[in-house]
Structure formats: structure tokens, C-alpha cells
Nanobody, 113 residues
Framework: QVQLVESGGGLVQPGGSLRLSCAAS????????MGWYRQSPGKQRELVAN????????RYADSVKGRFTISRDDDKNILYLQMNNLKPEDTAVYYC??????WGQGTQVTVSS
């Protein structure tokens, strides 16, 4: 089992920044893929970014390329999502994911003036 706990969401103005954190625990030795997804009302959950832990390879949704950065602190088992130049359309609940199967509880990000 893997447990994931997100933090760092909140209300930010357009053009602002937030950093989301995901503290991971449990059987992390089996985890090689972690990522961030988001879901806004009336829409399907979508991949924002993911990271292959063994290679450092990353993938981003086209809508966030150049604005968001996924990274991980290996020593602390924390996954981050640095979000810059936020837009109202980035408003959603953001979920941390491990190996597709494990999910955190989500953290709300609201971009509004």
C-alpha cells in the first residue's frame, strides 16, 4: 500500500504561483511512476504531469508546458508541482498519483481575481 497526502492548494490571482506537495509513504520501493492529475467541475480527471522516478523523465499536458514543473525530493519522499503564471482555467482539485493505482485526497486550487 502507498499513502499520498497533498498540500499547498489555495486561492491565487491570475499570474500568481503555487507549489503543491505530495508526501508519500508506505511501500515506495515498488513505485516508479508518480504524477499530478486535476479535475474541475463537469470535466474528467486529466493528467497534468508525471515523472518516472528511475530516469527522471517527465511528461506534461500541453496546457501547462512551460508553466508547471514536476519534481521530487527523494530523501523526503515528497513530490512537488510548481505552478507559475496560473490561469483561471487551472482551477481544479489537484490529485497526487502513484503507479496509476494510488491517489491522494486532493487539494483545491482556485485561480481568480
Amino acid at each position: 500500500q502507498v499513502q499520498l497526502v497533498e498540500s499547498g492548494g489555495g486561492l491565487v490571482q491570475p499570474g500568481g504561483s503555487l507549489r503543491l506537495s505530495c508526501a508519500a509513504s508506505g511501500r515506495m520501493s515498488r513505485v516508479n511512476l508518480m504524477g499530478w492529475y486535476r479535475q474541475s467541475p463537469g470535466k474528467q480527471r486529466e493528467l497534468v504531469a508525471n515523472l518516472i522516478l528511475s530516469t527522471g523523465e517527465t511528461r506534461y499536458a500541453d496546457s501547462v508546458k512551460g508553466r508547471f514543473t514536476i519534481s521530487r525530493d527523494d530523501d523526503k519522499n515528497i513530490l512537488y508541482l510548481q505552478m507559475n503564471n496560473l490561469k483561471p482555467e487551472d482551477t481544479a482539485v489537484y490529485y497526487c498519483n502513484a503507479m496509476v493505482a494510488y491517489w491522494g485526497q486532493g487539494t483545491q486550487v482556485t485561480v481568480s481575481s
